[in-house]
C-alpha cells in the first residue's frame, strides 16, 4: 500500500524549552516504536514550537499514526492528511 503525507499536531506544553538531549530522548523513544511498526509508516521530521510539535509523517493511513502515538506516548492533537503541496514554484507550473 502506498504511503501518504500527514502532518500531526502534537499539544505538549513548553516543549519549546526542551534541551537537546531531552529532544533526543523523545527521537530515540518515536525511532524505537517506529522500527517496532515496521515499514508502514515513517518519520520524516518536526517543528518545535512553545507548546506543540508539527510532525510530517509518511503512513499508509491514519491508524497507523495513532497506533505511533499510543505507543509511544506522544499525543496526536490534531492528524491531517495533506492533498497537495505548493512552493512558490507552483506559480510557475504547467
Known amino acids: 500500500m502506498a504511503l501518504r503525507k500527514f502532518i500531526i499536531e502534537r499539544e505538549i506544553p513548553k516543549i519549546g ?3 537537546r538531549e531531552q529532544l533526543r530522548g523523545a527521537a530515540a ?3 524505537g516504536v517506529l522500527r517496532e511498526l515496521g515499514t508502514d509508516i515513517q518519520w520524516l521530521e518536526s517543528y518545535v514550537t512553545d507548546d506543540k510539535i508539527f510532525c510530517v509523517y509518511l503512513a ?4 497507523m499514526i495513532r ?3 499510543e505507543m509511544s506516548g506522544f499525543p496526536a492533537t490534531k492528524i491531517n ?4 503541496i505548493i512552493d512558490p514554484t507552483t506559480e510557475k507550473a504547467e
Do not use: G
Not at 60 to 63: K, M, P, S
Not at 81 to 84: I, L, S, T
Open 29 to 31: 523513544k518515536s525511532n
Open 67 to 69: 497506533k505511533h502515538a
Open 60 to 63: 499508509t493511513d491514519e491508524r
Open 17 to 19: 524549552t526542551a534541551d
Open 81 to 84: 492528511e495533506v492533498r497537495k
